[in-house]
């Protein structure tokens, strides 16, 4: 039972163009979503994250934005850079209780310069 | 401030061996979290301490699996008798009882040959 979807795999973006990496889940106690980064044989660098009280979190280059009727979330990137290029997690909690992360599987994102 | 740090980074065992990983979370961090990331895999939640208790075990954590946090600080995870199938990324997280937001330490990655 996957909870928390990344349907791409992969995806190639030209740099200075936007990167959108989507996210969705099916888990309605889900209030708190986050996006992580991951270079290989390194752990989880957090990136953003948004409350489900919000529809939108900005942090400089970073954009998340949250459609909690869709249970659909996505990480904007602009502009893209060659340091970008890594696989990005999305991950989903509950409030109440242990608060433990529900990861999707993962987008490779691949910046060309 | 330092970040979590995970001990060893790389463990190499033969099938039946038991074997034991450390982790040191950010301090102050009463919150720490293991998880196990497979080949192609998101991070798959296995068990959390609130302080030196153990308050939450995935049906992932079979018997053969144990972890401890003595005096609320560094977490071990044992595993005995290890099989094939344990080989994984053994990841390390923790964060503050108030916040939502887990930090990662680089993880361990172990081989069972």
């Known amino acids: 039972d996957q909870q928390v979807k990344q349907n ?7 740099e200075g163009r936007i990167s959108i990496l989507n996210c969705d889940y099916t888990n309605s106690m889900f209030d708190y979503f986050l996006w992580y980064k991951k270079y290989p044989a390194e752990g989880p660098t957090f990136l953003i ?13 970073f954009t ?10 996505s990480l904007h990137i602009v502009p893209s850079q060659p340091g970008d290029s890594a696989v990005y997690f999305c991950a989903a909690s509950a409030i109440q209780g242990a608060q433990k992360l529900v990861f999707g599987q993962g987008t490779r994102l691949t910046i060309n310069p | 401030d330092t970040g979590v740090s995970q001990n060893p980074r790389h463990k190499i065992t033969k099938r039946g061996q038991n074997v034991t990983f450390r982790c040191d979370p950010i ?18 939640f296995l068990t959390y301490f609130q302080n030196e208790a153990q308050l939450e075990k995935s049906r992932l954590l079979s018997d053969r699996f144990s972890a401890e946090r003595p005096k609320g600080s560094f977490s071990t995870l044992e595993i005995q008798r290890t099989e094939q199938g344990d080989s994984a990324m053994y990841l390390c997280a923790s964060s503050l009882y108030s916040g939502q937001i887990q930090y990662f330490g680089p993880g361990t990655r172990l081989t069972v040959t």
């Not at chain 1, 791409?8 to 030209?14: F, G, K, R, T």
């Not at chain 1, 994250?49 to 280059?61: C, V, W």
């Not at chain 1, 998340?64 to 979330?73: D, E, M, P, R, T």
């Open chain 1, 64 to 73: 998340v934005f949250l459609n909690k009727s869709a249970k659909h979330l």
């Open chain 2, 27 to 44: 301090s102050e961090h009463n919150r720490l979290y293991w998880y196990r990331q497979t080949l192609g895999q998101g991070p798959e």
């Open chain 1, 49 to 61: 994250s948004i409350s489900s009280i919000k529809d939108k979190n900005e942090d400089g280059r």
């Open chain 1, 8 to 14: 791409s795999p992969s995806l190639s973006v030209q």
